[in-house]
Nanobody, 125 residues
Framework: QVQLAESGGGSVQAGGSLRLSCAAS????????MAWFRQAPGKEREGVAW???????TYAESVKDRFTISRDNAKHTLSLQMNSLKPEDTAIYYC???????????????????WGQGTQVTVSS
């Protein structure tokens, strides 16, 4: 199994950048599909970016061309580079993992079985 821990959140002004990291521990983290979700107060948890164990990526329309997801299987880390941040990006960001398969880009949070504790991102105008 895999355990996840996010870091890198903080407060920035609109237009700024942040880089989130997710450290994976346990056995076989390189075998998992991984993703970033976020949740703002009063809203459902929504998918932001996904990456398969083989490298392909996909993004929510709201963050496309601004965010980049990447993974380093040798270092057991997942990253989310966030540029041109907007106030509507404010949320708690969660790292998620699931067994590799066709559901690697699933938007359904319930299908993801491993979660970190989350890290707060606040973007002010």
């Amino acid at each position: 199994q895999v355990q996840l821990a996010e870091s890198g959140g903080g407060s920035v002004q609109a237009g700024g950048s942040l880089r989130l990291s997710c450290a994976a521990s346990g056995t076989g983290s390189g075998m998992y599909s991984m993703a970033w979700f976020r949740q703002a107060p009063g809203k459902e948890r929504e998918g932001v970016a996904w990456i398969s164990r083989f490298g392909p990526t996909t993004y929510a329309e709201s963050v496309k061309d601004r965010f980049t997801i990447s993974r380093d299987n040798a270092k057991h880390t997942l990253s989310l580079q966030m540029n041109s941040l907007k106030p509507e990006d404010t949320a708690i960001y969660y790292c998620a993992a699931r067994e590799s398969g066709p559901g690697w880009s699933s938007t359904r949070a319930a299908e993801w079985k491993h979660w970190g504790q989350g890290t707060q991102v606040t973007v002010s105008s």
